[in-house]
Structures are given as C-alpha cells and as structure tokens.
C-alpha cells in the first residue's frame, strides 16, 4: 500500500466513525421528536399543532450562527431543515397543498420551507390551494404573491382577501427558467407555453430568440412541460428539475430577462403563528378618498420607529376607483409597539384585514 493509500484510509476511517456518530445522534433527536408528539397528543388532544414555524427559524438562525465549519451557512440550514423535516414526519406528517403538477416553482418552494419529507400535494389553481386547506384536505398552502419582475400574482390577492386563513411563512425562491423540448434545436419550435408569469419573466428573451413562435400561457410552468412532452414543436418555460422530471431537452438555460429573478411564496394555513424574535406582519387596508389618508396610515408605523417592508396597492373589487394597499411592517402582531400602531390603522382604516405574523425566512 503506497502512503497515498494509507492516508485515504485513514481519513476515509474517520470518516466512517464520525458517520456513525451523526447517525447515533440523529436517531436520538427522532427520539426526542416523538417524545414532543406523546405529549401535544396527550388526553386525545385533536387539536395539538406540530409544525411550528417559528420555532424552526429559531433552530435554523442558531444553527447558521454557530457555524464555523468549511460549509457555507445556508448549506448547513439545508441540512437540517431536511432533518427537521425527518422529525417532523415522525410526529405528524405535514400535508401541504401548491401549484402543481409536481416539478413547478411552487414546489420547489413547498420543498425549501419545509424539506423532502413533506407530503405534496399538487392542485390545478391557487385558488385550490387555499380552499383545500380551508376544507382540511391540506394543512397549509403555498402560493406565489410577489415576482420581482412581473410584480404581484393576482389571483393570491383576491383570495388573500376573502380567506379566513393566515399567513404563517415566507419563503423566497431564485428563479431560473429554462426553454425545455422533445425537440433538439429551438428551429422546429413553433409554440412557447409556459404561467403567464414566466412569458412576462422571459417576454424580452423569447422576441430576441424565438420571434416566430405562438405564446400559450397556461395554468402553470410544470403543466407547459406536460404539454411539451407530448408535441416536439412545443416549447416549455419552466425549471430545471421539471426538465428531469418530464425528460426533456433544455435547449437554452437562464432566459430570464433579469438575472437576479425571484418569487416571493407565503405560507397559509388555519393557525397563528407565534413570535420567533425576528418577523414580519401582513395585512391590507383601505381608506376613504381624502387629501393625506395614506399618509395618515402610514405614520402610525413610521412615527413608532417600525419599519415598513412593502406596500403594493391594488383596485377594489368593491367600489371603482377605490385602492385597497397591501403593507408588510416588520415586527410581530404580538409586540407593544406594533399592537399599539395596528390598532391605530384599524381605528382610520375604511377595511382592515391582519393577514399574519411569521418569520423572517433563515433560508
């Protein structure tokens, strides 16, 4: 055995000790999961909630804060959200309800927020996702509110105002679509389907590289692939792991018009979510049609130091030329400061709607 081999040996030895090591400790913090769900189930208690996301934030924060190893800290997060995400499925399994089929953008944020070992489930609108959650058939939704090219997606704000659902996580994705095909070269395509969204993403690259082909928008990116599958003179826009998925060609990479891409997903479900220490508040507010109204609301947080993330307004469905604005102000409903400016806003408000509080995402 050359030296070369002797020290592979060795350091492929320590390897497999501390391997073994992990594997011990993981097994003890599944253990430790399930003592958690012995006790919320204790007296038959139907109503115990398991996923708490405020108290992975806290997890994923102190883990990126105390990392000193060669891994990057998001790298290190990722691996225990998959192992949090192990754990959780011991206690209950999560029921999670997105824009499908599988292999979309909302996916692949269903997977970020909450790791590999939650269960799926892919329906045809948003519109879905919110109601099968509303009906129970899901535990939480995720659906896209905001892209940072193509602005706010409209059909999550209409139902954002009607739902009786809260708002309990956000999760951002870089997006980075892909032109997908049975085809081997972009000549013999004469249609582009793809969410309308990813057109719009994509409008300035498909006039430059394809200016003869038909746009189809349809209900999402994953559904275009399908479509794809089935006619090689249809292109796709949708993602890499949908290329995987439906196998196909990606005849060209990164199309997006903006390099720095993405959408921003919330989490929806039935239950408040607590304060991790570091949040975010949603809602939406409308007020009567007088000189300095919006400024109005807008110094109840401004002259309490709270600042404020977002403002996005929109036209009424109830009476024309009325706005209703979606603000995002960082801090918890729960805290002083905030309770007191919430409270402020409602009292001048026309409609007052609090969406949620949640954590500001650690990945």
Same mark, same amino acid.
């Given at each position: !055995?050359t030296?070369?081999?002797m020290?592979?040996?060795?350091?492929?030895?320590?390897?497999?000790?501390?391997?073994?090591?992990?594997?011990?400790?993981?097994?003890?913090?599944?253990?430790?999961?399930?003592?958690v $769900?012995?006790?919320?189930t204790?007296?038959?208690?139907?109503?115990?909630?398991?996923y708490?996301?405020?108290?992975?934030? #806290?997890?994923?924060?102190?883990v990126? $804060?105390?990392?000193?190893?060669?891994?990057?800290?998001?790298?290190? $997060?990722k691996?225990?959200?998959?192992? !949090?995400?192990?754990?959780?499925?011991?206690?209950?399994?999560?029921?999670?309800?997105?824009?499908?089929?599988?292999?979309?953008?909302?996916?692949?944020?269903?997977?970020?927020?909450?790791?590999?070992s939650?269960?799926?489930?892919?329906?045809?609108?948003?519109e879905? +996702?919110?109601?099968?959650?509303?009906?129970?058939?899901?535990?939480?939704?995720?659906?896209?509110?905001?892209n940072?090219s193509?602005?706010?997606?409209?059909s999550?704000?209409?139902? *954002? +105002?009607?739902?009786d659902?809260?708002?309990?996580?956000?999760?951002?994705?870089?997006?980075?679509?892909? *032109?997908? %095909?049975?085809?081997?070269?972009v000549?013999?395509?004469?249609?582009?389907?793809?969410?309308?969204?990813?057109?719009?993403?994509?409008?300035?690259?498909?006039?430059?590289?394809?200016p003869?082909?038909?746009?189809?928008?349809?209900?999402?990116?994953?559904?275009?692939?399908k479509?794809?599958?089935?006619? %090689?003179?249809?292109?796709?826009?949708a993602?890499?792991?949908?290329?995987?998925?439906?196998?196909?060609?990606?005849?060209?990479?990164?199309?997006?018009? #903006?390099?720095?891409?993405?959408?921003?997903?919330?989490?929806v479900?039935?239950d408040a979510t607590?304060?991790?220490?570091?949040?975010?508040t949603?809602?939406? +507010?409308?007020?009567?049609?007088?000189?300095?109204?919006l /400024?109005?609301?807008?110094?109840?947080?401004? %002259?309490?130091g709270?600042?404020?993330?977002?403002?996005?307004?929109?036209? %009424?469905?109830?009476?024309?030329?009325?706005?209703?604005f979606?603000?995002?102000v960082?801090?918890? #409903?729960?805290?002083?400061?905030?309770?007191?400016?919430l409270?402020? +806003?409602?009292s001048?408000?026309?409609?007052?709607?609090? /969406?949620?509080?949640?954590?500001?995402?650690?990945?």
């Amino acid at each position: !055995m050359t030296t070369e081999q002797m020290q592979l040996t060795e350091i492929r030895n320590q390897i497999d000790t501390i391997d073994a090591q992990i594997q011990d400790l993981i097994g003890q913090r599944a253990a430790c999961a399930q003592k958690v $769900a012995d006790i919320k189930t204790q007296g038959d208690n139907v109503d115990a909630v398991f996923y708490r996301p405020e108290r992975e934030a #806290q997890v994923l924060r102190a883990v990126k $804060a105390r990392n000193t190893s060669l891994l990057p800290d998001e790298e290190m $997060a990722k691996l225990f959200r998959e192992i !949090m995400s192990a754990c959780l499925a011991l206690e209950q399994p999560t029921t999670v309800a997105y824009l499908g089929p599988e292999g979309s953008y909302s996916h692949a944020s269903v997977i970020k927020q909450f790791g590999s070992s939650v269960h799926s489930i892919a329906v045809s609108t948003i519109e879905e +996702v919110f109601e099968a959650v509303e009906k129970g058939d899901a535990s939480y939704g995720m659906v896209p509110v905001e892209n940072s090219s193509e602005g706010v997606v409209k059909s999550t704000q209409n139902a *954002l +105002v009607t739902t009786d659902l809260k708002v309990s996580g956000e999760v951002a994705l870089e997006i980075h679509h892909c *032109l997908l %095909s049975k085809s081997k070269t972009v000549e013999n395509i004469h249609k582009i389907v793809a969410h309308q969204q990813a057109l719009g993403q994509c409008e300035q690259w498909i006039k430059n590289n394809l200016p003869w082909a038909e746009i189809e928008a349809v209900a999402s990116n994953a559904l275009a692939a399908k479509m794809a599958k089935t006619d %090689s003179a249809v292109a796709a826009i949708a993602s890499e792991q949908a290329a995987q998925l439906y196998q196909l060609n990606i005849l060209e990479s990164h199309i997006e018009d #903006q390099s720095d891409n993405s959408t921003k997903f919330w989490v929806v479900g039935r239950d408040a979510t607590q304060s991790s220490g570091e949040d975010k508040t949603a809602m939406i +507010v409308s007020m009567k049609n007088q000189s300095g109204a919006l /400024l109005d609301i807008l110094s109840c947080f401004s %002259s309490r130091g709270i600042n404020m993330t977002r403002i996005i307004s929109r036209p %009424s469905l109830d009476t024309t030329w009325d706005y209703q604005f979606f603000i995002d102000v960082m801090g918890h #409903q729960e805290d002083e400061n905030l309770k007191q400016a919430l409270a402020e +806003v409602k009292s001048k408000s026309a409609f007052f709607k609090l /969406l949620g509080s949640f954590p500001v995402s650690p990945l």
